[in-house]
């Protein structure tokens, strides 16, 4: 399938193409949404409101290069518009530390089974300052080049280079700590 | 980058080898094996880049909870686009979809499992090469092709499908592991070929179909059309039709053997559920190792053997593990990446 195509199609009036391009990229917009606020109504209305633009404007939108890129950047502006400020995920102070609380023996313990493993590291993850977590996004999930990236935040490259390579660092010396690296292999 | 003097962080942050790590494809793989070989002190550096890759590339993959959640505001889109023809070329307002009636609710649910199947479909890459999709331990894929035939990926599996088919020959695919296939048909009848790992052929008009490619033989279950099944097997070629409902086994041990089963119960996979079938322990045993990448032991001569028939319902290997435990009063430990299972 090729994305052009089916853009172009939907572009000339074709309602199954945009249906095509919803459930396409909805789920991936969603996610990032939730990466940017925890407000789950505010991302759904602006879902529901990019689509809708999006609709509307058929005749008249240009055809993006990259359409995940586009919509990606459509849904974070649109976030940014309606967000109520205050519910936006804080922006952590760059020398936050989260810390185990549990002893080495005892994490290790409580790592026995690969489940509470990926719970672990959802969770050290989810603890990472929020632009970090919204570049590992794009990086890692949404698989964009870094020129990407920093086209839809708005910052430069060698700053969402230099983002990236903080949060692995913080990571691996958190999973070094914690022996967790040996275990994420298992599932 | 420089990749001879990277970090394991440098590597897991670069381009190309995430790319590897997540979408190989023969040329990535000819690069990074010829790395490997001319960098061995690298080794370190390259396992624990790639570990983290994984690790960074991780979001609850069996969440459905935003395809459901992308359904609704689907059906709320719906509404909002059809309110917006009825009034004109100057409406168009965003409604909250919470406020619905519950009649709205239901109809929506009843689309839910439609969408869900098509949700997480990807587009096919644009590139020179075969593209090899592949699936950790645990995971799951959908992929739609451009001939618009969808193929689910189980967990611990590959495919390889040509970056474009030609309109006269048949469209062909190489498997490793299992899969489900929907396959479309295309006007001038081009067949659609499946291949083994082990050489087994699955021809297909138009059809849907489980292939397992696992262990001694290659299991295929037929969902609905007409497929015809070749192997080869010291040196001659043989061939069979299959109706809706077969399973037909191919070993080389003893050549093709046919039965007659529901084909819901083994494609039950994609839905995250397990049906075993008069299993016997040492399989139940080779299923985990497959699809989650343990190593299982067992104790005692008896065990292995002892045999079980049950569909669960499977989020991740303790599912399976409990019920066994609970069934044959077993005693299950786990070291590290090895399970161990004894009776009580």
């Known amino acids: 399938m090729d994305e052009q195509e089916v853009w172009g199609r939907y572009k000339a009036g074709s309602e199954d193409d945009f249906s095509l391009l919803y459930r396409h990229f909805a789920p991936i917009m969603l996610r990032y949404g939730n990466r940017i606020t925890t407000d789950k109504e505010l991302i759904r209305d602006c879902l529901q409101q990019v689509f809708f633009s999006l609709w509307k404007s058929r005749a008249t939108v240009g055809t993006p290069a990259s359409v995940q890129h586009y919509l990606l950047k459509a849904i974070r502006n649109e976030l940014i518009k309606k967000g109520k400020r205050a519910k936006l995920h804080d922006e952590l102070p760059e020398n936050y530390h989260f810390e185990l609380e549990d002893s080495h023996e005892q994490t290790m313990i409580q790592l026995q089974t690969a489940e509470m493993t990926r719970q672990r590291i959802t969770e050290l993850l989810s603890q990472l300052p929020a632009r970090q977590r919204e570049v590992i996004f794009l990086k890692y999930y949404a698989n964009l080049k870094y020129e990407e990236i920093a086209a839809i935040m708005d910052i430069g490259q060698d700053s969402v280079y230099k983002t990236t390579y903080k949060a692995i660092a913080r990571l691996q010396q958190l999973l070094h700590n914690s022996a967790l690296l040996l275990l994420i292999l298992f599932f | ?344």
Request: net charge negative.
């Open chain 2, 1 to 344: 980058m420089n990749h001879e003097t990277a970090t394991a962080a440098e590597l897991a942050a670069d381009h190309d080898f995430i790319q590897w790590v997540k979408y190989p494809t023969q040329e990535s793989m000819l690069y990074w094996s010829q790395f490997a070989e001319q960098y061995p002190d690298k080794a370190q550096e390259m396992a624990e880049a790639r570990r983290l890759v994984l690790l960074l590339s991780q979001e609850q993959a069996d969440d459905h909870s935003f395809d459901e959640e992308a359904q609704l505001v689907w059906e709320q889109l719906q509404e909002a686009m059809q309110q917006d023809r009825d009034r004109g070329p100057d409406g168009g307002r965003v409604f909250s979809i919470w406020g619905y009636p519950l009649k709205t609710w239901l109809s929506a649910a009843a689309v839910i499992t439609l969408l869900l199947a098509s949700a997480a479909l990807l587009f096919t890459r644009q590139s020179a090469e075969p593209v090899t999709y592949a699936t950790a331990y645990g995971e799951k894929r959908i992929i739609q092709l451009s001939d618009k035939s969808v193929i689910v990926l189980n967990a611990n599996s590959s495919i390889t499908i040509p970056e474009n088919w030609e309109k006269d020959k048949p469209r062909t695919v190489q498997l490793r592991g299992e899969a489900f296939f929907s396959v479309t048909q295309q006007a001038n009848r081009q067949q659609f070929i499946v291949t083994t790992s082990k050489g087994t052929k699955i021809n297909v008009l138009g059809t849907e179909f489980n292939v397992y490619d696992r262990g001694q033989e290659d299991r295929v279950v037929l969902t609905s059309g007409k497929v015809r099944l070749s192997a080869t097997q010291n040196g001659a070629t043989r061939q069979m039709e299959m109706q809706p409902g077969d399973l037909v086994t191919v070993s080389a041990a003893s050549g093709f053997s046919h039965r007659r089963v529901d084909p819901d119960l083994y494609t039950a996979w994609q839905h995250n559920k397990v049906y075993f079938d008069d299993y016997t322990l040492r399989e139940v045993g080779a299923l985990i190792e497959e699809q989650y990448g343990y190593k299982v032991e067992f104790s005692g001569k008896e065990l292995p053997g002892q045999r079980i028939t049950a569909f669960l319902e499977v989020k991740n290997p303790e599912d399976i593990l409990n019920t066994l435990a609970e069934t044959f009063e077993l005693q299950i430990t786990q070291q590290e990446n090895t399970i161990y299972i004894s009776s009580l």
